[in-house]
């Protein structure tokens, strides 16, 4: 059985190179009808925060990326770290380093002098001697001293290092106690039976030290797959400014979970030429062994695009509650579906929506110069009187068809052009230029608010 995990650092946000990879695990596990974990990587106490921890299980919810049996802290896991460094210093796999920080210091400081590789020279490797006073000691892990060690990369193929150029007897306990990253991930892994795991390649660095903990603890190795980064358009690593930000702020800037997920699968694998992917679509089609080798772009336009596609295609009915998120009640407008239909063709994003509806159904509160310049050029308040008048007295008006059909009387009538009474009309319902059809405007907001924005435009502007 296949199982995969994401294990975040609650020490920040979900960004959205951890979501993707979030993504791919999730997907790879339901295609073999297989397991997916979440671990909350907490040992850092310094740097934890709770608000992040929450931020991240707010982002799984609200994306419906759901993980598989209870959710894993290990910082309630010290008990079973604890067993595996004694187990590995009873063996004789790891040892007490009593290397002070100002001995480590100047070590460090010679072989930069001498233009040496930096690491621990492993002068307690070995010691039997007796231990200094003053000084806790870290607990070190002895790694193999020659040789390679070779990481098989379902991305990247098998990829060699060099034992004598990577390693050293790193630590994997601090002088408190506290266990270190590549120690608890090993551990963590192995026991909750992580058999294939799905990253960023910032952590292939990370894999070897970690195969060496497999192999002294007699753990099996997982299959890896590591996914190489999302760059900006320049070919750079993402800024806040290009995209990298908390995955909930994707929510407050309207984007639909469905189409920052289709967005995210896209960035690193593809299937032929098909850009849309449903959820069952993608779980049917996925293979983390299709994963290019190479750093994928953001591009702002296409998860627009593919946003767009999904609002246009999201029923009424979903998209009234999905507004009430950005300040918009349309629960009890009885025309809540022309208004819908007219707009979600031409919004990109859920708050760009809602700016749409509040400028139909909020009466503008001033008028844009250069379009009133334009609009009301020579004299349209005949035109505009003229239409009131109709308006008066019309007594049945439900679809945008029948205001379109009082426009076109006054256009033969007064024997002008369509835009004499479109354009000073428009400006009057909106305040600005642009917008849906302004039959659609008028049928949304009824007779009577019509009249009224029509007056108010004639007064502020003759």
């Not at 193999?144 to 004598?164: H, N, R, T």
């Not at 990253?181 to 910032?202: C, K, S, T």
């Not at 025309?335 to 919004?347: G, Q, V």
Request: net charge negative; proline share 4%; charged share 30%.
């Amino acid at each position: 059985m296949v199982v995969t995990r994401f294990a975040p650092s609650p020490t920040g946000y979900l960004h959205i190179g951890g979501l993707r990879t979030a993504l791919f695990s999730y997907l790879w596990a339901r295609k073999n009808g297989g397991k997916f974990v979440l671990r909350i990587e907490d040992t850092d106490k310094a740097r934890n925060s709770e608000e992040a921890t929450q931020a991240i299980l707010k982002a799984f919810e609200w994306l419906g990326l759901e993980a598989d049996g209870e959710i894993t802290y290990q910082s309630k896991r010290d008990d079973i770290y604890a067993k595996y460094i004694k187990q590995l210093l009873d063996e004789g796999k790891a040892y007490k380093c009593y290397m002070s920080k100002e001995e480590l210091t100047e070590l460090r400081e010679t072989q930069m002098a001498n233009k040496e590789r930096t690491k621990y020279d492993g002068r307690y490797r070995d010691f039997d001697g007796t231990p200094p006073e003053g000084v806790e000691p870290v607990i070190r892990i002895k790694a193999p001293l020659s040789g390679e060690i070779i990481v098989k990369d379902g991305v990247k193929g098998d990829i060699s290092f060099q034992a004598e150029d990577i390693l050293d007897d790193f630590v994997i306990a601090r002088a408190d106690g506290s266990p270190t990253y590549n120690f608890v991930v090993a551990i963590d892994d192995a026991l909750m039976g992580i058999n294939e795991v799905i990253r960023g390649d910032d952590h292939l660095s990370n894999t070897p030290k970690q195969i060496v903990v497999y192999e002294a603890l007699g753990f099996d190795i997982p299959a890896f797959y590591h996914v190489p980064m999302i760059h900006n358009s320049k070919g750079k690593k993402l800024s806040k400014r290009d995209g990298a930000t908390d995955v909930m702020a994707y929510k407050e800037m309207g984007y639909k979970p469905e189409a920052l997920l289709n967005f995210l699968v896209r960035l690193g694998w593809s299937h032929g030429d098909q850009e849309i992917f449903s959820m069952e679509e993608m779980i049917e089609l996925f293979n983390p062994k299709d994963i290019n080798k190479s750093a994928s772009i953001y591009s702002t336009d296409k998860l627009d695009w593919l946003n767009a596609h999904y609002i246009k295609n999201t029923p009424n009915n979903e998209l009234v509650e999905l507004l009430s998120d950005y300040g918009v009640v349309l629960t009890s407008h009885d025309k809540k579906e022309i208004l819908l239909d007219a707009l979600k063709e031409r919004a990109k994003t859920l708050k760009e929506l809602a700016e749409m509806v509040n400028e139909i159904v909020i009466a503008p509160e001033s008028y844009d110069e250069k379009a009133v310049k334009k609009a009301f050029k020579g004299d349209p308040i005949p035109i505009l009187n003229a239409f009131g008048a109709k308006l008066t007295n019309a007594t049945e008006l439900h679809l945008p068809s029948d205001y379109h059909a009082l426009m076109e009387e006054v256009v033969n009538e007064m024997e002008i052009g369509f835009g004499k009474i479109g354009m000073p009309l428009r400006v009057a319902l909106l305040g600005k230029m642009g917008g849906p059809n302004i039959d659609v405007i008028m049928a949304v907001i009824g007779k009577e608010e019509t009249l009224l924005r029509i007056a108010n435009a004639i007064t502020a502007n003759s």
